[in-house]
């Protein structure tokens, strides 16, 4: 128990601080650096709590995926850092005034959090008996049984905004050749094909 109270601490600790580099970070492939050592301490943290398919979901979409992107974003375009921190001093008091904004709205937040006696009986009530089954089995049979629908349905938005955003990237540029589908489904025979009657040894 003392070395699970320890390791949480010690993962917690580690990602507050590779958190707060990922934004104190000049150079940002460092940022990006951080932001996965973050995510790392993270799934273990999730493992920690048992929740080893979340751990599990988080290294290999967010590190495999996402970080790994922006990494590969960040070296291969050529951003000139030093001239988007140029007139950063003349945007200094709208983002000190937007960061008072947000503090004031944390505080009265936190001022007037209260822990409901409700919540205090559900964490003293005894876990569910979930068998033998783990928790991805667990998730897996809720998704696929009772939030199918749902489940389902975030499909379909993901595919549609995968579409909308391959429509609206697309541009238009002379000289490219294309597959036009109504063009060769309406095509006739006369006009792409030609008949020549072609005489004994002068070739075609």
Known sequence: ???ATLAFYLFAALTVAS???VIASKNPVHSVLFLILAFFNSAALFVLLGAEFIAMILVVVY???VAVLFLFV???LDIN???LRQGFLQYLPIGALIGLILMIELILVVGGWHLSPEALQMGAAPAADLGDKTNTEQIG????TQYVYLFQAAGMILLVAMIGAIVLTHRQRPGVKKQVIADQVYRRPEDSMQVRKVEPGQGV
């Open 1 to 3: 128990m003392i070395i």
């Open 19 to 21: 958190a707060f580099m």
């Open 141 to 144: 049979g809720l998704l696929y």
């Open 74 to 76: 960040v070296m291969m």
């Open 81 to 83: 850092f030093s001239e």
């Open 63 to 65: 590190v495999g995926a």
